[in-house]
């Protein structure tokens, strides 16, 4: 069983920073796409940022400059650095892990984000 989890959301005022963490463990092969998305109420999930294995990133408009994510391959675990937040990137952020070869996409339990304005 595969298993993420997610620590570092809270509250935190606009302008401020976070930095959020998702260690997966569990029986899973190979990780190659691991990411980060963001729900928030009322809205459909979105893609945050993403990294491969071998560092590659891509990030959404809406975080570029703000955002980064990084990530340990030795310790399964991603991480997204948030500056600059604004009260419109409040939302449930959820971690993501993709399998290299089945392709098969494991998600967090989720970290709720708040920032007030």
């Known amino acids: 069983q595969v298993q993420l989890v997610e620590s570092g959301g809270g509250l935190v005022q606009a302008g401020g920073s976070l930095r959020l963490s998702c260690a997966v463990s569990?029986?899973?092969?190979?990780?190659?796409?691991m990411g980060w998305y963001r729900q928030a109420p009322g809205k459909q999930r979105e893609l945050v940022a993403t990294?491969?294995?071998?560092?590659?990133?891509n990030y959404a408009d809406s975080v570029k400059g703000r955002f980064t994510i990084s990530r340990d391959n030795a310790k399964n675990t991603v991480y997204l650095r948030m500056n600059s937040l604004k009260p419109e990137d409040t939302a449930v952020y959820y971690c993501s892990a993709e399998e290299l070869y089945s392709l098969i996409r494991h998600w967090g339990q989720g970290t709720q984000v708040t920032v007030s304005s």
């Open positions: 990294i491969t294995s071998d560092g590659s990133t």
């Open positions: 569990g029986s899973i092969f190979s990780i190659n796409v």
